[in-house]
């Protein structure tokens, strides 16, 4: 990675150091204060002076020296910084290094950019640690044209072996969705591969959501006999968390419990993020509460999580500390604090954090934000005031808020509004194969056959094709797929007999099976089937699907918990359920 230790090594104050250390002790007045002993700016303007005075101030290497103690610490001043380096006549590649770098560091790309400009306007060649700075500006920047640019530049000037450069462009083409290209430098890298190669591959499949490959590059990290760094162990909580993989990101918190004696916060931040979405909150909370340093990141994982998992007034309390302790929120914060009303219908609390976003912290909405409060209002059975609310937002709506719309027509049956959400779509071309499916499944309950039947039709003449609906539970490690109606998978007898058992238990509970919308939720049927089955009467059973549950698939899920006496975790598109005793944390708001 481009941020990598020996990286900084190499590039880190004083410059070229062991010719340093030689002309220091010829040429430097022994009253010059050493720099590595300034702390402050205070003392490094004093010792500035003291350079000054002595006409070293534009001398090799004393300028180099200066320029990087001020820029690159801690406690330096890229524009005092700035000052000594428009006041060098003739910089050399290093001082242009130590501007690059420091700009890159103060989020200043564009200008890192524009200084290795001018360095080529006045001949003066990059070396081999230009190019991992400038490399990493245009994947800040996601400017895939002037990375490509850099690259060929570097070939050209015989760059083509450096393990860091390739790294940064791994990073690079990571970071413009150019994962082939990322691949490919990795590949051609061969036994010259590091650890922060691995990392940067890892970052980039990651960013991608390509996550099982991830996961089984972080698998082959071992068999060549590297140990995962941070960066690595980051990218693979990451994919455990979008996959629901609580094993495997436990056995992560382990490996990295048993070879890190303390665990940054962006580490703790991963790990937090990881159990909130595999279901275990409780451990979640746990290590943030343990946490002594927290910051807005740390904040959002636990308000997001929270929200999820419908403790939406501890998430809104989460969220009033962290203001009180002086952090500042931004846009995604605010998404997942209005999240977090709306998954509990505080419409009244809503519109107060909506207000308080835009008039306390002068953060202006965007999409996800009035989506949110569309949301709200649906949830809350406002149909008609989120109608209104969306038809006079300031921006676009996105499909996503139309679709909300839709959705909530097909409960309350309100067909003149969902034409109109359906139109909308048609207009902004983004009707998927799903949003056929509810227009027609309403005119067929309106017995309106002939508009039901175009609607399907709908589907082919555009050439939409449905994603299937599917259901994933992990048993002893591993996870099973299964979609509607599968018969594919070795136990399928099995869990069709086990099914029907099921089946014949809830009848005397009382519970009909809703034949319009019972394949809705079948998948997720087949999953706990085969839990029940699979897993010991004491475990909990976790179901991650990628459809929304629906009323007759959540009233299975509750029987199904109160009659086998087993606590069922499902994690559908939009939220967490956790089902106990025939009860579920959503309390039917969902």
Partial sequence: MVGSLALHQHLAWPYHHNYLKDQNSLLQPTCLVPLHQVKT????????????????????????????????????SLDYALAIFLNLEEPCTFE???????????????????????????????????????????????????GIQLHGHAIKLGFDEDVFIHNSLINLYGKCRKIELSYKIFELMGSNRTIASWSALLSAYNRMNFCVDCLHLFAKISC????????????????????????????????LLRNYQTLNIIIQTSL??????????DKGMLIFDKLHEKNSWTYSAVISGLAMHNYCKKALQVFSDMLN?????????????????SHAKMVEEGFKCFNQMRFDH????????????????IGAGRLDEAYELIQNMPIEPTDAVWRSILSACKINGDIELAESAYSKLEQMEAVNAG?????????????RWEDAAEARREIASRGLVQAPGFSQVEVKGKMHTFVSHDRSFPESDQVQEMLYQMDWQLRFEGY??????????????????????????????????????????????????????????????????HFRLGLCSCDNCW
């Fill in 41 to 76: 700016m205070e003392d490094f303007r004093k010792a500035h002076a003291q350079f000054l005075k002595l006409g070293l101030d534009c001398i090799p290497p004393y300028a180099g020296e200066l320029l990087s103690a001020c820029a690159l610490s801690a406690w330096g």
């Fill in 96 to 146: 242009y290094n130590v501007m690059i770098r420091a700009k890159v560091n103060h989020d200043q790309s564009k200008s890192a950019l524009q200084l290795y400009k001018e360095m080529i306007e006045r001949s003066i060649n990059p070396d081999n640690f230009t190019f991992p700075f400038v490399l990493k500006a245009c994947a800040l920047l996601s400017d895939i044209r002037g």
């Fill in 435 to 447: 949003d056929c499916v509810i227009l027609s499944n309403m005119y067929a309950e309106l017995q």
């Fill in 272 to 281: 937090i993020d990881m159990y909130m979405k595999c279901g275990q909150p």
């Fill in 362 to 377: 002068q953060i202006k909405p965007n999409a996800q934000h009035y989506g949110c409060l569309a949301d709200l209002m």
């Fill in 512 to 577: 009909k099976t809703d034949n319009l919308r019972s394949s809705e939720g079948q998948s997720q049927k087949i999953a706990i089937a085969f839990a029940l089955m699979n897993t010991s009467s004491v475990s909990t059973i976790r179901i991650f699907t990628n459809l929304r549950m629906c009323s007759e698939c959540h009233k299975y899920t509750e029987l199904i918990s109160k009659v086998f006496e087993r606590d069922i975790i499902v994690r559908d598109r939009r939220r967490f359920h």
């Fill in 224 to 255: 060549e006999k590297l140990k995962p760094d941070e960066s690595s162990m980051v990218a693979a909580l990451s994919s455990c968390s979008n996959l629901g993989l609580l094993s495997l990101g436990r056995s992560i918190h382990c490996s």
């Fill in 325 to 341: 302790q002086g952090l500042k929120p931004d846009e995604a914060i605010y998404v997942n604090v209005l999240s977090a009303c």
